[in-house]
């Protein structure tokens, strides 16, 4: 039983949902297509794409928590393709600002880096996505052990220069910005409690032995 809901998993679940995580960007080119961007197409690409990788960080971040929540194991293997539709969706993001802003002027782009507090934030956590997409791999798992989980833990603080990043271009409105800092607090205060909770139940075991 438990061998064929796997199956039905792996055949109908999780390219489902990698169907649906492309949506966001089918959506854009059919936007793009149809012209309908709006006055200001590339600042429209850039928002919308900066969007998609917030939310894809946080939807990351959501999973061991639900997962621990419902107890429901199998919501883990979702994990690494949410991860890796992050990075791709800041990819395409980085790509819009490479492209469309800067004209490929790398020189302007390292003024820019260290010019503007914002971009500098953005680009720092870029950087640091990159490594994480790299030994997402199983093997990489395998081969980093401990290390992995460490490395890992990367995202935490990607999540928040994502956030510092958004709430510091913005003019006037803060909304946005604060429900996500609002979510990722969250996301990250249950891991602190659970963290705490685990840290303490070791000890008691510990002095009770
Ligand atoms: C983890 C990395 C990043 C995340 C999560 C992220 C997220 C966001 C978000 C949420 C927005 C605002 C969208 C809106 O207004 O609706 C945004 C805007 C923007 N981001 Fe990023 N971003 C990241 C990295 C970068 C990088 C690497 C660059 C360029 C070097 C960059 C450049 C910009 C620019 C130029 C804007 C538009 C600013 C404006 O129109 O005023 N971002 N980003």
């Avoid at 809901?5 to 959506?27: E, G, M, N, T, Y």
């Avoid at 820019?112 to 720092?124: E, L, N, Q, S």
Wanted: proline share 3%.
């Amino acid at each position: 039983m438990a061998l064929q809901i796997d199956r039905w998993f792996s055949l109908v679940v999780k390219p489902l949902v990698f169907v649906a995580c492309l949506l966001p960007l089918a959506w854009l080119l059919w936007l793009t297509w149809q012209g309908q961007l709006g006055v200001n197409p590339v600042e429209t690409l850039s928002h919308r794409t900066g969007d998609w990788s917030l939310r894809f960080l946080l939807l990351t971040l959501a999973v061991t928590p639900l997962r621990r929540l419902s107890g429901w194991n199998r919501l883990q293997r979702f994990r690494r393709m949410l991860g890796l539709f992050a990075f791709f969706y800041v990819g395409l993001h980085f790509a819009v600002y490479l492209v469309f802003d800067q004209f490929f002027d790398w020189q302007a782009i390292v003024a820019d880096v260290a010019k503007r507090p914002y971009i500098t934030v953005g680009f720092t956590a870029f950087l640091l996505l990159i490594p994480l997409a790299v030994t997402s791999t199983n093997g990489m798992m395998k081969r980093l052990g401990r290390n992995w989980q460490r490395l890992h833990r990367l995202v935490y603080l990607i999540a928040v220069l994502g956030v510092l990043h958004y709430a510091w271009l913005v003019k006037a409105d803060l909304r946005e910005p604060l429900l996500y800092g609002g979510l990722l607090s969250v996301l990250l205060g249950y891991r602190l409690w659970w963290w705490r909770g685990r840290g303490h139940s070791a000890t008691v075991i510990r002095s009770t032995r």
